[in-house]
Nanobody, 122 residues
Framework: VQLQACGGGLVQAGGSLRLSCAAS????????MGWFRQAPGKQRAFVAA????????YYVNSVKGRFTISRDNAKNMVYLQMDNLEPGDTAVYYC????????????????WGQGTQVTVSS
């Protein structure tokens, strides 16, 4: 297993959750890391990504100002801090790594974690 995501759960609207993703060294090495999500009946959608150095971050507009992606290269970990959660954030969240080109297209990512469920109640 190369990516292990955890931290999902049930939270009320306005609450917070922190997702964590543990990556194997091979997966993590020099890789852009990111998060996608898939709501029921919908396609997987880009949420956030971060460069190897952490200097560049990317977010879908709907989570800007509420979600923060970060990484700890010493621990091979990537995090997604989710604040002010909304019912529309309800989805299975997937940790991803190593896109072949760009960061927004799910088909370019070589590695996917198993997903963690986030449910936001109104």
């Amino acid at each position: 297993v190369q990516l292990q995501a955890c931290g999902g759960g049930l939270v009320q609207a306005g609450g917070s959750l922190r997702l964590s993703c543990a990556a194997s060294v091979r997966t993590f090495s020099s890789s852009i890391m990111g998060w996608f999500r898939q709501a029921p009946g919908k396609q997987r959608a880009f949420v956030a990504a971060i460069s190897w150095s952490g200097e560049r971050t990317y977010y879908v507009n709907s989570v800007k100002g509420r979600f923060t992606i970060s990484r700890d290269n010493a621990k091979n970990m990537v995090y997604l801090q989710m604040d002010n959660l909304e019912p529309g954030d309800t989805a299975v969240y997937y940790c991803v790594a190593d896109p072949s080109s760009g960061v927004y297209n799910p088909t370019t990512y070589r590695y996917w974690g198993q997903g963690t469920q986030v449910t936001v109640s109104s």
